[in-house]
């Protein structure tokens, strides 16, 4: 199993929004609803800010939200703050039972 | 608010077994269809599933390191063990353990900190 594309960094400026995009198959992206977006700051455990595509979890602002067309699914995060600034990784379901995720994309606030 | 804390020994020697344990606090881990997944990250690199365990004991493991890697549960004590045999300079990674909340969700809602663990001679 491959692991999902991610673009290796993206930027912005403070107010600004970005899109870090995942590219996947149809083997996962593509077949499953399952796609999941994590933010690591280091020395901590990634945490959870959308999962099933686009569902926000409780406490996550909602500058952060998901999509998903054919295989690819993107992470948007509007009005970007210095705090945003972190790595960010995809995970998908994919066939076989199993799960795959994105190599990481970091995200600089300029 | 449920907790996890990956720990074990940091140094391992390659061809050697490495063991881990997560210990989750702050929740029940039988109230629930949960279960905890091992991923690790390699320095520089992305995210790896290594495999989960369902509080059933119901394993599933990435087909790319399934020969080598066991996961187990002891509910009693609210720990899930990692061991992952034949270890190369490759399998050095911080490990990290996480709950998802099981059933048809395959997200990670609560994470551990993250073990550092390093093979070398």
């Known amino acids: 199993q491959s692991a999902l594309t991610q673009p290796a960094s993206v930027s912005g400026s403070p107010g600004q929004s970005i899109t870090i995009s995942c590219s996947g198959t149809?083997?996962?992206?593509?077949?499953?609803?399952?796609v999941s977006w994590y933010q690591h700051h280091p020395d901590k455990g990634p945490k959870l800010i959308i999962f099933e595509v686009s569902e926000r979890p409780s406490g996550v602002s909602s500058r952060f939200s998901g999509s998903k067309s054919g295989n690819t699914a993107s992470l948007t995060i509007s009005g970007l703050q210095a705090e945003d600034e972190a790595d960010y990784y995809c995970c998908s379901y994919a066939v076989g039972s199993t799960l795959v995720f994105g190599g990481g994309t970091k995200l600089t606030v300029l | 608010q449920v907790q996890l804390q990956e720990s074990g020994p940091g140094l391992v020697k390659p061809s050697q077994t490495l063991s881990l344990t997560c210990t989750v606090s702050g929740g029940s881990i039988t109230s629930g269809p949960y279960y905890v997944t091992w991923i690790r990250q390699p320095a520089g690199k992305g995210l790896e599933y290594i495999g989960r365990?369902?509080?059933?004991?119901?394993?599933n493991y990435n087909p790319s390191l399934k020969s080598r890697v066991t996961i187990s549960v002891d509910t009693s004590k609210k720990q899930f063990s990692l061991r992952l045999t034949s270890v190369t300079a490759a399998d050095t990674a911080v490990y990290f353990c996480?709950?998802?909340?099981?059933?048809?969700?395959?997200?990670?809602?609560?994470w551990g900190q993250g073990k550092l663990v390093t093979v070398s001679s």
């Open positions: 365990i369902y509080t059933t004991g119901s394993t």
């Open positions: 996480a709950r998802a909340p099981g059933g048809f969700h395959y997200y990670f809602d609560y």
């Open positions: 149809s083997n996962d992206v593509g077949s499953f609803n399952l």
